[in-house]
């Protein structure tokens, strides 16, 4: 924005909701801000509570698209707050909370849950079968793998791919983009001892790859633009093949 340009009145129509309070009702709550150059949603929310309504709950802790606290719903679409300059928005900008995740209350939910729960389902840890050995050497891993591991593990869980899944919008077991990430990242990770017929089990089952629809709005969605449409292309087949191969079928 130039000097000689008039600054934008933004409109916030944000959702307003505290399920802890029986008299509370969802509904939305109209904020006006003059815009500022680079502006983002988070300054534009942080001033909104500090000058017009500190009683609104919205959640964030690094500003800068690490932690993941920040997504909601931006204009119907899931997005990091801190991450979204309200330049790139229309003047009416409507914010609501995730859906598929638990309301704390206004914008702010519970995506902890979500991603514990998944973590232990899919047992998202490295299954070491080797007796524990202090004496014993690193064991190296090549550029290649620890690369593609590296690549899975930027995802920062924020919930954004959940959120806008069909699937998981009405299925909260499904796995979605994080959890079938997740899944790859400890599938390619040679430390992990589990084999491809015991991954079937995680995978192949209605809350897994196969289950996908395959509308790839998690993909379009997420901040860290993670391949997920190549994660999930290696997770079928990967099952595909330990299914084959347990039936002795070498084709
Ligand atoms: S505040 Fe951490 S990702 Fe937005």
Not at 122 to 149: C, G, K, N, Y
Not at 164 to 189: E, I, K, Y
Request: glycine share 6%; with cysteine; charged share 30%.
């Amino acid at each position: 924005m130039s000097d000689t340009e008039q600054a934008r009145r933004l409109r916030f129509e944000i959702f307003r909701y505290n399920p802890e309070d029986e008299n509370s009702e969802p509904h939305t709550d109209v904020f006006e801000l003059d815009e500022t150059p680079f502006m983002t949603l988070y300054i534009a929310l942080n001033q909104i509570r500090e000058k017009q309504d500190p009683g609104l709950q919205f959640d964030f802790a690094c500003r800068s698209a690490i932690c993941g606290s920040c997504a909601m719903m931006v204009n119907g679409r899931p997005a990091l707050a801190c991450r979204t300059l309200t330049s790139d928005l229309p003047e009416k900008i409507q914010l609501y909370p995730l859906p598929t995740f638990k309301l704390i209350g206004d914008l702010s939910v519970d995506t902890g849950t979500w991603f514990r729960e998944m973590a232990e389902k899919t047992e998202a840890w490295i299954h070491e079968r080797l007796p524990f050995d202090p004496d014993a050497l690193e064991q190296r891993m090549s550029d290649d793998v620890a690369a593609a591991i590296y690549e899975g593990d930027r995802c920062i869980e924020c919930g954004c791919c959940v959120a806008s899944c069909g699937l998981a919008n009405v299925d909260d077991t499904f796995l979605a983009g994080a959890g079938l990430n997740r899944v790859a990242r400890f599938m390619m990770d040679p430390r992990d001892s589990r084999s491809d017929s015991e991954w079937f089990d995680v995978v192949a089952g209605d809350q897994g790859v196969f289950a996908c629809i395959g509308m790839m709005a998690c993909e379009d969605v997420c901040p860290k633009e993670l391949p997920l449409l190549e994660v999930y292309a290696y997770l079928r087949r990967k099952t595909l093949g330990a299914r084959f191969l347990a039936k002795g079928d070498k084709a």
